[in-house]
């Protein structure tokens, strides 16, 4: 039997790290499930859902996790997850989108574009950001619930959202796939 861990690391960003913390959950016997990684702001950050054999405790992935750069240890997260964790399907459903927003670097765009999502009950899935030449940029993995009008939806986010300066463009993700494929 083992016992599955949803794990979170934090340090600066060096080469190697993820090598490090992969083959270190490889030496506890651990298998990996899921895992998100990125850089940012110059540090780090890296997300695990993996499963270890039930001799292997928090402690001693905590420790383990920490031993591999003695000089600055990783700040460690351990969650028990309450229920069994099952890596994302790599299909999404027909209500699968993806949301671009624009606006001048400055506070509280995120806030705003989050909220307003937040208050139409729909969930972001994955987010990056990202500053350049005085523009906030945002990219946001949403589903939207399959009984809405996208394209109403998309015309009140718009005219909600221009008014703090964002603009929003609004694909379904076979779209956007389609059009940003290398």
Not at 70 to 91: H, Y
């Amino acid at each position: 039997m083992s016992k599955q861990y949803v794990i979170s690391i934090m340090t600066h960003d060096r080469v190697g790290i993820v090598a490090d913390v992969t083959n270190a959950i490889k030496e506890l016997n651990g298998n990996l499930a899921d895992l998100s990684q990125t850089v940012l702001a110059g540090y780090f950050t890296m997300i695990v859902a993996a499963s270890f054999p039930e001799s292997v405790t928090t402690e001693t992935i905590r420790t383990t996790l920490n031993n591999l750069d003695p000089e600055e240890p990783f700040e460690v997260g351990i969650k028990i997850p309450a229920q069994e964790l099952r890596p994302e399907p790599l299909e999404y459903s027909d209500d699968h989108f993806v949301l671009t927003a624009v606006g001048p670097d400055k506070m509280g765009l995120l806030a705003a574009v989050s909220s307003y999502l937040r208050d139409h009950t729909i969930n972001i899935g994955d987010l990056a950001t990202c500053v350049h030449e005085g523009k906030y940029t945002m990219i946001l993995s949403i589903d939207l619930p399959p009984d809405i009008d996208v394209g109403h939806f998309r015309k009140d986010m718009q005219e909600a959202l221009r008014t703090i300066g964002v603009m929003v463009e609004l694909q379904h993700y076979n779209i956007f796939q389609a059009t940003n494929e290398v």
